[in-house]
């Protein structure tokens, strides 16, 4: 270790050591990633970097690191400089604060199933294609029906992607400033926000956070942003190397060319790829009707297709697999039925 380094850390020749909060806050990173079975997974559920860097990190607690002399060896932190250490322990805070709700969060994926259609194989793609590219085109739009399978998406690119999840709200278009979108943003990827955060604040420390690191951002209901929350995915994409996919519904998203043209306009030129998931395809509503067989299954899978094109999407699916269970060889007039009571219990609940 230089000269410069020890210096940086405390007096020359001593190794840095954590003082009561920075102990408290590895000890309980240390929890948590005992409740998982191995590091490796708990970086991979939990950190925006890998267990390469979490295993240094935690080396400040080993007792065991000394040298023959019983001098402790230097860690991970006396490499750094006093400032950084400090932006280091608020990011492990920021990190220990949503580890419990992304374990809800995970709970509940993990309670859905996920089918894989071909809509969510093709935003797959373009988030390995976004990952890669130099320039800043990488939103990942997909306009679509509520029912279109949304949710189960943003689950499955968490599950595989480590995708964090915004929840967008109806403040976001009300939002003036964009201070709104910009700390629910901060807040999903694990950026520690302080009381009294101004937006150049929570916007350096954004951009600094995301530095060397490859990020997917869902943005669901995307229909509410507004114009600075636009501006915001501008400012994203051309500081950061974040991969966002933002889902919206059709008619909601036209209308930002008509009240946010220009934001509009440079959203779309970053733009890599648009998938509609509007019109269902055969092979996707196929994947509910495992345990069913159709008299016909062409001809019945292309009648659940096509009406639940033109209403409730895979809900509307999953209700007519549901009245259809158990059935074999159903007929034409079987499905008409199912398809028949599903939309009118959908209709209802909708009113």
């Not at 390469?52 to 007792?63: G, K, T």
């Not at 509007?278 to 509910?288: E, G, H, N, R």
Request: net charge positive; glycine share 6%.
């Amino acid at each position: 270790m230089s000269t410069e380094t020890k210096a940086n850390n405390g007096p020359t020749g001593t190794v840095w050591q954590p003082n009561d909060e920075q102990r408290a806050v590895l000890e309980a990173l240390q929890a948590e990633c005992a409740k998982e079975k191995t590091t490796v997974d708990f970086a991979r559920k939990f950190l925006p970097f890998g267990r390469s860097l979490f295993d240094q990190m935690m080396d400040a607690l080993d007792p065991k690191r000394v040298n023959a002399q019983g001098e402790r060896l230097p860690s991970y932190w006396d490499k750094i400089s006093p400032e950084t250490v400090a932006v280091k322990f608020e990011e492990l805070e920021a990190i220990l604060e949503e580890i419990p709700r992304k374990r809800i969060q995970a709970a509940r994926a993990s309670e859905m199933e996920i089918l894989v259609t071909s809509k969510i194989r093709a935003v797959e793609v373009a988030v390995r294609e976004c990952s890669v590219k130099p320039g800043p085109e990488r939103i990942i739009l997909c306009p679509g029906p509520t029912g279109a399978g949304k949710t189960m998406m943003c689950n499955y690119l968490a599950k595989k992607h480590s995708a964090r999840i915004v929840e967008v709200r109806a403040g976001w278009r009300r939002s003036e400033t964009g201070f709104v979108p910009l700390m629910d943003i901060c807040k999903a990827i694990g950026v520690r926000i302080k009381p009294g955060n101004n937006m150049s604040d929570m916007e350096d420390k954004l951009v600094a956070f995301c530095e060397g690191r490859s990020l997917v951002l869902c943005f669901d209901e995307g229909e509410h942003f507004g114009k600075q929350a636009l501006n915001l995915l501008k400012f994203l994409t051309n500081k950061t190397r974040i991969v966002i996919v933002l889902f919206a519904v059709t008619r909601e998203y036209e209308k930002w060319f008509s009240y946010f043209e220009n934001e509009a306009e440079q959203t779309a030129r970053r733009c890599h790829a648009i998938i509609e998931t509007s019109v269902l395809d055969t092979k996707d509503v196929a994947l509910f009707f495992k345990g069913t067989t159709f008299a016909d299954e062409s001809a019945a899978l292309e009648m659940i297709a096509r009406e639940a094109s033109t209403f409730g999407h895979f809900s509307l699916v999953k209700r007519v697999a549901t009245k259809l269970a158990g059935i074999t060889k159903a007929e034409p007039d079987d499905v008409k039925k199912a398809i028949h009571r599903a939309r009118l219990e959908m209709r209802r609940e909708v009113k």
